[in-house]
């Protein structure tokens, strides 16, 4: 159950959601009185902490995911998507998947350099590695720490593949990294476009970049020879699910060169943080929301099996399946994306890079 039982302006969550592996849990019980009041908007700060992991680059081990290696140079993400899966591995650092997981950010300092090691490593045969398979690497404290972008840059004069995905339109400050790694094929971008309603998305995804700024995005690394996806995700339920149509069609024009997608499912504590925002912001749809993502997961909010858990099973999820495959012919026939030149990797110094390292 909640905790503060208040929603907390400008967040995803609207509660603390207690930590599964914790037998004590902390949060605000009484609202009245100043006190109160002051503690409340001190705890809505963002908090960012040092942390210092011993490796950077995780290996993944799904079908369901289109790459094997991972890095992410957060942990916790401000963005805030109240349906983020990946809300419960804040637990693992003792924190909650609600409120905590995007206003206690952690910061992995040393994460150029663990890469650059890795890199160097001469087990390591510069497999495409995926930023970001958790949290979003151009989230708003990006700006400020420019950990992706400094990782963009060994991974450009190393010659090694990457794959990148983001919500954030701040991934044009990278322009010039990432057209000179698309010119080597050694890049490829997919920008998350869950909805052009302005009003869905101010309260889905309080931090994010607006459908408008994501699809300029999209635009400007086409247009600089950056080889973009859209990833419609994930598809909710009579929230964004009718903007499907829209939103391919949008990114064709913008210059992607395929989509993909997900439908939802709240894993963990995901369901009380998505089903607690989706009460307070609508009401009026909550329980169809819910009735029909069970529907896509065989009765449940969530499915864990491999092969099923992003698409859904039964009708529902085959009209969605069908609907997506039709438009995508539509739009994006003809269209390729390159493939990566491993044959460029070194794990020495190769570049001017080098100069400032």
Not at 76 to 99: D, F, K
């Amino acid at each position: 159950m909640a905790i503060d039982k208040k929603s907390v302006n400008g967040r995803g969550a609207l509660d603390q959601i207690p930590n599964r592996f914790l037998q004590r849990s902390y949060g605000v019980v009484h609202q009245e009185g100043v006190d109160a009041v002051e503690l409340e908007e001190s705890d809505n700060a963002t908090r960012f902490i040092d942390s210092f992991p011993r490796s950077i680059i995780n290996k993944v081990d799904s079908a369901d995911l289109p790459f094997s290696w991972s890095l992410n140079p957060y942990q916790g993400c401000e963005h805030g998507c109240s349906y983020c899966y990946a809300r419960p591995t804040h637990e693992y650092w003792g924190y909650s998947a609600g409120l905590d997981f995007e206003r206690v950010i952690l910061l992995k300092r040393n994460a150029p350099e663990l890469f650059k090691a890795r890199l160097r490593d001469g087990r390591w045969t510069g497999e495409p590695v995926n930023i970001s398979g958790v949290t979003d690497p151009y989230q708003p404290r990006e700006r400020v720490e420019r950990l992706t972008r400094r990782i963009l840059e060994i991974a450009l004069d190393h010659g090694q593949p990457i794959q990148l995905i983001t919500k954030n339109a701040l991934v044009l400050r990278d322009l010039d990294v990432l057209t000179s790694m698309a010119e080597l094929r050694l890049v490829q971008v997919a920008i998350s476009l869950t909805t052009l309603n302005e009003d869905l998305r101010r309260v889905l995804e309080p931090r994010t970049s607006t459908g408008a700024k994501r699809l300029q995005a999209m635009a400007e690394l086409s247009s600089a020879g950056v080889p973009i996806m859209a990833m419609i995700a994930p598809i909710i339920p009579a929230l964004n699910e009718p903007e499907i149509p829209l939103l391919l069609r949008s990114a064709a024009e913008a210059g992607a060169h395929s989509a993909s997608y997900t439908v939802l499912r709240t894993n963990g504590a995901v369901k009380p943080v998505f089903e607690s925002w989706l009460h307070r912001h609508f009401p009026d749809r909550a329980a169809k929301v819910m009735a029909q993502t069970k529907d896509l997961h065989g009765g449940t909010m969530n499915d864990s099996v491999v092969g099923r858990r992003m698409r859904g099973t039964g009708v529902y999820a085959a009209n969605i399946h069908r609907l997506f495959r039709v438009l995508h012919e539509r739009y994006f026939k003809g269209r390729t994306a390159p493939t990566f030149d491993r044959t460029l990797f070194n794990g020495q110094r190769s570049g001017q890079l080098d100069l400032f390292a």
